[in-house]
């Protein structure tokens, strides 16, 4: 690999290491990182500070993802390994969101920035993706939950849409990454303790 590739790998887990969700709030003098959940991610700013805010945040993670794979394909056009280093630089962005340097390592989930690299590698599995997202979140008022089947079934679309062999192996390691990232939903998934959007919104109605 030459030093390009390395240069844009490094490049892709800096920008991806940017917490967009702490950056965007701190006008408001809230600080994400002790309300909410916790999370630097899109959805606690929509908690906190509203759904314009959040989907500002949404889409710079989403950009994350995105904007990194698509420049490393431009630069590395010519180099023997050009899949690999892309996928490099997918998988760079989104540990960076999840382990960021900046913030000692304590990230996000990686939700948003994974899309944004699975918008690079298939655009037309998206959508597939965001109704699985959309539909899960409806019927069962768990965010997480949709999170979690929407990223997996990237892997789905995929397969039907005959994609490169290189770009399973990043969807995969992405989508094992953010559920391990969500183990501690999953436990509350499981025992029932997790918290329900459907439930808060029928007890503000």
């Known amino acids: 690999m030459n030093s390009t590739g390395i240069f844009c790998i490094l490049l892709s887990y800096l920008l991806g290491a940017i917490p967009f969700g702490l950056v965007v709030s701190r006008g408001s003098g809230i600080d994400i990182r002790t309300q909410g959940s916790g999370n630097i991610g899109a959805t606690n700013v929509v908690r906190l500070l509203g759904k314009k805010m959040g989907a500002l945040t949404l889409l710079l993670d989403l950009l994350k993802g995105f904007v990194p794979m698509f420049l490393a394909a431009f630069l590395v056009q010519d180099a023997p390994r050009r899949d690999l280093i892309v996928a490099m630089c997918g998988a760079a962005s989104v540990l960076g969101h999840m382990f ?53 079934s990237i892997l789905v679309w995929l397969f039907f849409l005959k994609a490169a062999g290189w770009k399973l192996w990043l969807a995969t390691f992405i989508v094992a990454m953010i559920w391990g990232k969500h183990y501690q939903n999953i436990g509350r998934l499981l025992s029932g303790t997790e918290k329900s959007w459907k439930k808060k919104s029928e007890a503000q109605g």
Request: a positive charge; glycine letters at 16%; one cysteine or more.
């Open 100 to 152: 960021p340097v900046y913030l000692r390592f304590k990230g996000g989930k990686g939700v948003a920035t994974a899309l944004g690299t699975f918008l690079y590698l298939a655009p037309l599995a998206v959508p597939g993706c965001l109704l699985v997202f959309i539909a899960t979140v409806r019927l069962s008022g768990f965010v997480s939950l949709g999170s979690l089947l929407g990223s997996a």
